[in-house]
């Protein structure tokens, strides 16, 4: 068929744009989307929900030290920024200014619609600003929203494995569904879909790393309609690949999470100093449509979904996007090299860096892209043998930030990296040398910065998700926190060296005992045997994975002041154990234990979870090590 011309109509106060395909429905000048028509649906979009609550972008900020505030950003100027035959893009700006008066935050927002001709979909995307003179804030969370029609979407799919009906929105209300201690998690009670009763619903059930997602969506019936977001890039949003995001949850609603504290906390918000000017496009993004007349091939739509992110990967930068902030190809530069472990204890020679997560952030110190929230962040995984070839990256300088599976630690190359336009910054071979001092007495897990590799086990019966039943994420039903006290009752975890299995017998979450009134603390044990005391100062590396509101303490032999080696108190507001998570914020600590505190024969290290009375406190461990002193 031959593409249609794309056309823009004025109606009152809507623009509506349409490509014979899809048409689009947008209020002007606030910008929300009202409506979504494609393949025989009028709507995609839910009727029910006030026309600024179905298409919308919004966000969360707060002054320094002041509460968050929750705004929609409504734009008050439409313009038509390109037009013709093949493509239109459509702006809904607001200016802040300085001199303003109120509580509007202080940013000017221009959010964007993009419609091309012959695309069965549409792209949006907004730049972000602060103009010179705007006062301290924060920024917290910003995102697009669509919220679906109710009656039509109830499947959803985020990945191969992660698919299934999904509750109505309705089932979530009293009556319906009853909350549990987690105010997002409800158990079905008595859902409009009998299938679903005596599951638990919660929208953090259905979180995923950026290096993971991509692509989600729903898939609605009469018609069968798939309706999907697909991320084209992770640049623009917070916190690099290991960061979690909300994809889909009951409503129905598809999530475009730009930038966000889930699963890290309050480390990750922008923060911005009085006078401090700032610019970020986020996006664009794209919003794919697909349909079938046939039942049987509704599953298709998930798969002809994850063949577009690939072809949106492929296509990025875009070159029809019209914003001079919005950089293209030629516009951009590279980076390659080939990254080496040094490690004489594992290896006399170099090893090469495979599968490593290496990438370009404005962050300066090791570890800090994990937080950082401001600028953009370029990761790919090197091949097999550490080489890597970072593309399409906005010209500025960067830190080189890595980090390589099986061993501990960030890497940060020292000199910063400065990428220019139409050119390749050539970094050669570079050298992490992971932090040791001495050769392995024992070794806990495996270091991949999750808790993955431990125990996690079967859900109380009463909190099941079938979905997560069988396959890999088992740890993101509700409740595997008391789990821990249906296991261990009355005594804690004891771990021995060399005779327990760190997949069968080390729980995934240091977290309190549930009590016959509260919470209390508890305190694992790992024993191990030493033939040969070394003098010097032994080294324990404790690589957290996750905390949340924990008081760390460690001794070793006896629970006492004299052989208290390590305490932080108050570690994490990750809120990982509550939200179903096997990760957060990524923390790497060295504890120095004097030989003197060693003896010949079996020895004890006491981790203890000493703050009580909190059901969602918790540790998650990524790996612990023991080194001797260096001979």
Request: proline share 6%.
């Amino acid at each position: 068929m031959a593409k249609k011309a794309v056309t823009l109509t004025t109606k009152g106060r809507y623009v509506v744009l349409n490509n014979g395909i899809v048409q689009l429905t947008i209020l002007k000048p606030q910008g929300f989307l009202t409506g979504i028509k494609y393949g025989g649906m009028d709507n995609l979009l839910d009727l029910k929900s006030d026309e600024s609550s179905r298409g919308y972008w919004d966000l969360n900020w707060s002054w320094p030290g002041g509460g968050d505030i929750y705004r929609l950003i409504k734009g008050s100027e439409y313009s038509v920024i390109h037009m013709n035959n093949d493509n239109v893009e459509v702006s809904f700006r607001t200016t802040y200014s300085p001199s303003t008066s109120g509580t509007a935050p202080p940013f000017s927002f221009d959010t964007r619609y993009i419609l091309r001709s012959g695309i069965s979909g549409f792209y949006c995307y907004a730049i972000y600003e602060r103009p010179p003179g705007c006062r301290a804030c924060d920024l917290i969370q910003t995102r697009m929203v669509f919220k679906l029609r109710r009656e039509k979407f109830h499947y959803m799919a985020i990945s191969d494995e992660k698919q299934r009906t999904m509750p109505m929105p309705g089932d979530l209300l009293p009556g319906k569904g009853k909350q549990l201690i987690v105010p997002e998690s409800v158990l079905l009670v008595n859902p409009i879909n009998p299938d679903l009763k005596g599951e638990v619903d919660d929208k953090y059930m259905y979180s995923m790393d950026n290096k993971d997602g991509g692509v989600h969506g729903w898939i609605g019936s009469g018609p069968i309609v798939g309706f999907w977001m697909i991320f084209p890039s992770q640049e623009f949003r917070n916190g690099g690949p290991t960061k979690q995001n909300l994809t889909v949850h009951t409503g129905p609603a598809c999530l475009a999470m730009l930038q966000g504290t889930h699963y890290i906390g309050e480390d990750i918000i922008a923060q911005f100093e009085e006078g401090e000017t700032w610019k970020k496009v986020f996006g664009p993004f794209f919003i794919y449509l697909n349909s079938t007349s046939s039942t049987s091939n509704a599953h298709n739509l998930w798969e002809d979904a994850k063949n577009q992110k690939s072809m949106e990967e492929t296509s990025w930068p875009y070159n029809f996007v019209s914003s001079p902030y919005y950089l293209t190809a030629q516009e951009r530069g590279s980076a390659s090299g080939r990254l080496f472990v040094q490690d004489k204890f594992i290896s006399s020679g170099l090893i090469p860096a495979k599968n490593a997560y290496v990438g370009l952030s404005a962050a300066r110190t090791e570890g800090a892209w994990q937080t950082e929230s401001k600028s953009y962040q370029f990761w790919l995984q090197t091949d097999s043998d550490g080489n890597f070839t970072i593309r399409n990256v906005v010209p500025g300088v960067y830190g080189l930030h890595g980090w390589v599976p099986g061993f501990i630690g960030d890497y940060l190359e020292k000199n910063p990296v400065t990428i220019s336009a139409g050119s390749e910054t050539k970094l050669g071979d570079l050298i992490y040398v992971p932090i040791r001092d001495g050769p392995t007495v024992w070794e806990i897990g495996f270091p991949d910065r999750t808790a993955i590799d431990f125990y996690v086990p079967d859900v109380n019966p009463m909190y099941v998700n079938k979905l997560f039943i069988k396959g890999p994420e088992k740890y993101r039903q509700y409740g595997l926190w008391d789990r821990y006290t249906d296991i261990h009752p009355q005594s804690d975890q004891v771990f021995t060296v060399g005779v327990n299995d760190p997949k069968k017998d080390w729980f995934f979450v240091h977290v309190d005992r549930r009590g016959p009134e509260k919470y209390l603390p508890t305190t694992w044990t790992v024993g191990f045997t030493v033939n040969l005391v070394v003098g010097g100062t032994y080294k324990l590396r404790l690589a957290l994975a996750s905390a949340t509101r924990s008081d760390l303490q460690i001794h070793v032999n006896q629970m006492d002041s004299e052989h208290l080696v390590f305490q932080v108190l108050n570690l994490g507001t990750d809120n990982t154990v509550c939200r179903h998570g096997i990760h957060g914020l990524y923390r790497l600590f060295t504890v120095d234990i004097p030989s003197s505190l060693i003896q010949k024969g079996d020895n004890s290290i006491y981790l203890s979870q000493a703050r009580g009375g909190d059901a969602l406190c918790g540790i998650l461990y990524d790996y612990l090590r023991l080194e001797a002193p260096s001979t």
